[in-house]
């Protein structure tokens, strides 16, 4: 027990194991024991504790994390109310009584904040590679796809045509938005709590800069009081996972409707679908709706902070040691979804033949046809009638651009001349577009360039 003293009776076997958060907090092992170095560092240079004394803990911290990596050391949940707490009794085990001066001027609720923003730091690094491999992954198929016509969808109607690439474009856009929140959680992470002691810094010396620097941290953290308390950070890392998991639920949506009979645009590979075990003829895509599924729980985990943090004074409860579960598990499951996403897509086959023929007789093109009217110096909306009626009567007769004739146009409207039949070729659809940002196959190649130079 670390806190002997005033106890008489060791705490209860249900209470220990209710209160444990070891499971957890196991992950924050290379973190703990880095913080613990720096600490042993820092006091031996304000000359509370000698040099020997500090080279003796940081060889015996360095043998715990040896051990536990080898696992002939594997702390016990039921026995450990923390990895604090582990480390520092088996600390006692290998260099005897030294070990109890490593804690001197430090308490567990500046240690844990350490850590916690240790690991976020790390994490941010980590999923932001995974993010930037996926849109790697998306980069490579946009290319071979600048050309390839899909139908854009709103509210899940045609809407106008596009590309493939411009719509796989949509998604390294979002990725980077993702990779920007990454950036900032890690800034807000990045100041160092250690030192701040309970809650109210120390009578002792410590040089709180020292271990800042050491740790590498920006700065040490201001305020005592709110160092030990605060974890916006972790709720800034699991919102930004949160957007992360809802971009990579839309794409599984996409993939999952995309590889229907009635769509037909994709194939996944055998290796990333699974059977029925009732119907032959199936192959699921799983893992999509996996990470679909998985999307709530991720949400839910932003909620769980949220929810415990409010309406707590300061500065540290031990409610805040709920922190932990929320944070890992978003983590590895948006890591794990970024992972499974990349090599997904990676075994995909678009069907690219599948809408060219089909589009060139739809609707899809109405837009272009009224911009035409316009111009020809006809006001939009008077444009947009007309060819609201071009599509009526079309309709009436079960009929589509594919039969449009110059004749028929100019029955609607005197203004049409031979230069609109261009309107009703798809292939040059996209070309005309001229606007930046939109799916023009020139542009779309410029822009795939542009992030390949970025994008590894
Ligand atoms: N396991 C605790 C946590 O993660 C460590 C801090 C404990 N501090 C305390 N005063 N009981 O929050």
Redesign the pocket.
């Known amino acids: 027990m670390l806190w002997g003293g005033r106890f008489n009776e060791e705490l209860d076997s249900n209470a220990l194991k209710f209160s444990s ?1 070891l499971n957890a ?1 196991i992950n924050l092992i290379e973190e703990d024991i880095a913080g613990s170095k720096a600490h042993a560092l820092m006091l031996a240079k304000v000359k509370l504790i000698s040099k020997e004394e500090a080279k003796k803990i940081t060889a015996g911290l360095d043998k715990i994390l040896k051990e536990w990596k080898n696992r002939s050391w594997n702390p016990d949940p039921e026995k450990f ?2 990895i ?1 707490s582990a480390i520092e009794l088996k600390l006692f085990e290998l260099i005897g009584d030294t070990a109890g001066k490593l804690h001197t001027g430090r308490s ?2 500046d240690q ?1 904040a350490t850590d916690l923003r240790l690991w976020i730091k790390k994490a941010c690094g980590e999923l932001t590679k995974l993010a930037e491999n996926l849109q790697h992954v998306l980069l490579k198929i946009a290319d071979k796809n600048t050309g390839t016509i899909i139908p854009g969808y709103t509210h899940l109607q045609r809407a106008q045509p596009i590309s493939l690439a411009f719509h796989l474009l949509a998604y390294v856009e979002m990725l980077e938005r993702d990779k920007k929140r990454f950036k900032f959680v890690k800034k807000s992470a990045n100041s160092s709590p250690l030192g701040s002691g309970a809650l109210a810094g120390s009578t002792l010396p410590l040089d709180r800069n020292f271990t800042s620097k050491q740790l590498g941290f920006e700065t040490p953290t201001a305020n005592a009081l709110d160092s030990v308390s605060d974890r916006d950070f972790i709720l800034d890392f699991l919102n930004a996972c949160s957007i992360g998991m809802m971009h990579l639920s839309r794409l599984s949506e996409e993939i999952i409707i995309w590889s229907t009979a009635e769509w037909n645009f994709l194939e996944l590979g055998d290796a990333f679908t699974t059977g029925s075990s009732l119907m032959p003829q199936k192959k699921n895509p799983d893992l999509a709706e996996l990470i679909r599924g998985k999307t709530g729980k991720v949400y839910g985990n932003y909620i769980a902070l949220a929810a415990a943090m409010k309406s707590l004074p300061l500065s ?1 409860n ?1 409610d ?2 709920e922190d ?1 579960e929320p944070m890992f598990d978003s983590y590895f499951t948006y890591g794990a979804s970024l992972e499974i996403m990349s090599a997904m897509l990676s075994s995909a086959k678009f069907n690219k033949e599948r809408f060219a023929s089909e589009l060139k007789n739809d609707f899809l093109l109405a837009t272009d046809l009224a911009d035409w009217l316009v111009l020809k110096s006809i006001p939009f909306r008077e444009a947009h009638r007309i060819v609201g009626e071009i599509i009526k009567r079309l309709e009436a007769e079960r009929k589509n651009f594919g039969s449009v004739s110059l004749e028929f146009l100019q029955s609607i409207h005197p203004a049409f001349d031979k230069t609109v039949l261009k309107c009703f070729e798809i292939n040059s659809a996209l070309k005309n577009k001229k606007t930046y940002g939109s799916p023009n196959p020139e542009l779309a190649k410029k822009e795939i360039k542009e992030w390949l130079k970025k994008v590894r």
């Open positions: 958060s907090d109310e923390d604090h567990r609720n844990v540290y031990r805040l040691q932990k």
